[in-house]
């Protein structure tokens, strides 16, 4: 593939720089609609004591797709929520450090959410009707899902959001759209009861390099006052109180 030259190029010239060493490096590649994966393993070939003489090279390409499934798969499952099919809060973590990386030349909108007394539905009507619940939210967090908006379960009823770089304005609106949907979600336990599921959200925007944990500390502090504030609504570091706004940490 022409967009492989480069790498192939870089791998001969390390394989010619130390000849009788081995070189290896993996490619996916396309065969058809089907992804493979290779493994291409390159030695220079020069007399001995005549590096400078090489005269060709020992390559051995094998198919290692089998292989590289299960890995891909194995750290797929590591960063995988089992119970709703979202990222996980390793994954989460993962996603945001490379976000605040660059936040100061692209900042983004962190949002922290939280399903309001789910511990009374838990208690009421059992952990197998509060995984339905976490189940029908992450259902909807995935219908709204796209390149630009980044959903994860970090833990117990609480998900995060990492919305799109640059535009707050439209991550807050995406935050007003998620927590109506959960509220008009029509849930009932086995016996009919109808729940109602409400969420509170923290939004928080991002415009400098921090740690993970301080980022999520300014999302939680929003989340805290649309709790306190009654439930049900989104806070963002625009609509807080001056005191306690994070536009820029």
Not at 90 to 105: I, P
Not at 143 to 165: D, K, L, T
Not at 167 to 187: G, N, T, W
Not at 193 to 215: I, M, Y
């Amino acid at each position: 593939d022409p967009r492989d030259e480069g790498v192939v190029r870089a791998a001969l010239a390390e394989a010619a720089a130390a000849p009788g060493e081995t070189t290896t490096f993996e490619r996916a590649v396309l065969r058809g609609e089907e992804q493979l994966w290779l493994e291409a393993k390159l030695r220079a070939v020069a007399p001995e004591g005549r590096r400078e003489a090489l005269q060709g090279y020992a390559v051995t390409i094998r198919d290692v797709t089998e292989r590289k499934r299960t890995e891909l798969d194995a750290i797929e499952a590591a960063e995988t929520d089992p119970l709703t099919g979202l990222p996980n809060r390793r994954a989460m973590l993962a996603q945001l450090e490379r976000r605040l990386a660059h936040a100061e030349q692209r900042p983004f909108a962190l949002a922290i959410l939280d399903l309001d007394h789910f511990k009374r539905v838990n208690d009421s009507h059992g952990h197998l009707t509060g995984d339905l619940v976490l189940r029908e939210v992450a259902a909807v967090m995935r219908r709204m899902s796209s390149p630009s908006r980044y959903f994860a379960r970090i833990g117990g009823e609480e998900f995060a959001v990492i919305g799109r770089q640059g535009d707050f304005e439209a991550s807050a609106r995406l935050c007003e759209k998620l927590r109506a949907e959960i509220a008009a979600l029509s849930l009932r336990t086995t016996t009919g009861t109808r729940l109602a599921t409400t969420a509170s959200v923290g939004l928080a925007w991002v415009s400098a390099p921090t740690a993970p944990g301080l980022a999520m500390q300014a999302a939680d502090a929003l989340l805290y006052q649309a709790k306190h504030a009654g439930r049900n609504r989104v806070v963002t570091a625009a609509n807080s109180p001056p005191a306690t706004r994070w536009a820029a940490y």
